[in-house]
């Protein structure tokens, strides 16, 4: 614990330290970091972490992301710095609040369909009351308070698929008929593929939310591949994704806009391709031990905050902060396979497939766009982008993995 | 068989596997743009980085050899409304602009520094020691797709007060630049005055040039203007040399000892090359001359004799230790000066019934020893060669930056030392095509360029070429007796090189060799 939050101390200092006097400041900026220090402290012992309650790796990992989150907040947009704080502290109590009242993650698994039902009503709502961000129909507002549910949404999907796939059960594996040549897939799996098509295209279409349509699917095909362990669903997934991006590419503007940009953003670089050859320059004019924090000039970047963090951060931390980061995403991601692996039953297999996947394909997703190795998403940076549903819903994600391999080790 | 045997830890491990290989290659894509792109994305001429940097620096000045300032700061007023607006810090204007001082013809040496229209001249050149930078930081795009290692960016850039960049003392003595400026006037083409022991560029002119600090309303109009403003002419102007080119063809003849002082040639006023019929100026028959009253006289024909008897192969050489064909180390850019190649063995004696190739080598010959055809030379690498005969056979590496000082302190943090160049032909060689070319200045074509009770080596030089009346050329040095500058003219279509070049020499050197006295 104290391994993670001296960085962020440290960090939070330096960039006090060099923020030049006529930049806006923010009342209290040098307070930040204390108090998220203490807020991490009153977590890891309210959610017991000190008896082995939280799990042990991936904590202070999140603590120290979300920690960098508000550094990278407090330097880039300092006006919003208290805002990521309180997020931030919302999420850890949520953390500390699964783990107290969530005795039995089993629990979740009783209400499969109620999360099925939310997910679709949330997105239902979202799509017919919605407000437009960015070009992306995303966003619930009630008054000045609005959130993302999708954010949401992807957890709920997740519990969802999950108890689904552990209560078809291995019966479903046993081969069945044949239909024409091909052999024909259970209807058990039809169900959720469809579903699932259908909620990431009307994500597609309807929100205009490209990085989300894709997440939902990836994870989807990882939790089915776990559940069914048949190749041949996730070669069929995999073409109907293929399939999914050529004709969205041909009918969908902002589709096209993004792939055209991936190929050669330096064919529009004042318009079109601006964000992401920015995000290139401020890679290359880090080199690989950066600027140093708050010495680069990653705000010329639109959306920096935000999509954007990761090229920020390899500015000022250059190669080596940037491969760090990577690193802990891996590490992340890791641990979340391994409290899979140790779960006490399928569901909670599943269940933690299902959130590693998400925490995995979204720092995938992004910081590959970011690199222009893939093409541009809409999908934030687990714990380091700006934003209070992304965070939220990505402690929610860290509180029932945590859960998972509570219980995991106690069965053993 | 179908994979439903396998157990659901074997798939989450497979799974698992997937996400560590696109997690290693995104570690290995990110080391590829930070390693290899790296470079080209740092000095990208649109990453804004670039103009943030500079702005937060205190560019610095830079002066001339006497310390007079040639280019400054504007002082800007900071407007105290300055309100950050998000996301466009870099693209601020600052307002900080350049001021040039001096002689307006200095624009092509110390160039100009300009947000919309880029860097020229020493401004570009010692860009990073004006921001006071290490040299790698603001490497032109692409360059060096080498393994780039550390920051591209400066630190310390935001501190508190502006950081300053060092300043650039140059070798340029104004007033004799403007002497030059002057005695070009309003005709297209460059006078460079060198010191022939050190190297040093005293004074380069080259016209048309134009008003740095009116860079925003001249601009639309230099762009188009036809006769090149933006040239500096004195070392990227290419001009056949003419008879200037003698020097190089005479040095030649002494050094290899294949004309001896008193080996006579007859003119006739021309010469048959291969049914082609080259002239003396105006057609003059000069009779019977040696190589001193030849270069006097500049007598084609008994050059092309001359030429003729040293071969085409030694020719070359000799042009290529003087220079041609090969690259000038300079502070600023210099095109290479050309002399053409021969395809055998230079035509020595003029065999009948040769091939082609032995045909055209004979003719390529007699245009070069007479500095025509395809040769073609820099006013500044004519100056070198004047220096070089001026220095005891010693050409010295030119340079125009001879310091560069710490702002502020004044500290000398970098100073040039002189450099040989290259040694064309001997100290014994050196004198004798010394004394032919005081003798052209007192008795032959040069003589508008001598000066009362000082002795002026000089050569001129008429250069035909196709765009019109011929190349005026003067190349010289002087007092004879211990050389302290070398001066190269060239005008443009000028004509007569003894009429029109031979008196800006002499207006210039009168004013480098008479001011203290
Ligand atoms: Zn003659």
Redesign the pocket.
Known sequence: MGFALLPVILGGTIVELVSRPEETRVPMGWALWPLYALSSFAAFYLGGGNKGRLEPVIFPVVVFLTGFGIIETYRLRPDLAWRQFAWAVIGLALLVLASILLGDYGDLQRYEYLWGVLSVALLALTIAFGKSVGGARAWLGFGRFSFEPSEFVKIFIIIFLAAYFSDAGTALMVPTRRLWWIRAPELAYVGPLILMCGLSFSLLILQKDLGAAFLFFGVFLAMLYVASGRPSYIIFGLLLLILGGVVSYHLFDHVRVRVDMWINPWSDVDGRGYQIVQALFALGSGGIFGSGLGLGHPSVIPAVETDFVFASLCEELGLAGGAAIILLYLVLTYRGFKIALGARDEFGSLLATGLASLLGIQALTIMGGVLKLVPLTGVTMPFLSYGGSSLISNFLATGLLSSVARQGRADA | MYDTGTRIQTRIRRLFSVFMWAFIGLAIGLAYIVGWRGDYLATHVRNPRQIAIEKSIERGGIYAANGEALAGNRPFQKPHDVQRPHGDAARRDEGSARVYFGPTSLVHIVGYNHDRYGKTGVELAFNHQLLGLPRGFLRTPGLIPGLGFGSRQPQGVKQRGKPRGNDIILTIDPQLQAVAEAALGHRNGAVVVLDPATGAVLASASYPAFDANRLDVVWPDIIQDPSSPFINRATSGLYPPGSVFKIIVASAAIETGLIGPNDIFV?S?SIDVNGRKIS?PGG???GR?NLASALA?S????FIQVARKIGGKTLSDFARRFGFNREIPFDLHVNESRFPAFRGEGSAGGSAGAGDGARDDENLLAEAAIGQGTVLATPLHMAMIASAIANRGVMMRPYVVSQVRRGGSGETLWRYVPARLARPVSVSTAAKVKDLLVAAVESGTGWRAGLDGMSVAGKTGTAQNPKGAPHAWFVGFAPAANPRVAISVIVENGGAGGSVAAPIARRVLDFALRREE
């Open positions: 003119c006023g003396c003059r028959a000069h001359v006289l007598c084609n024909v008994a």
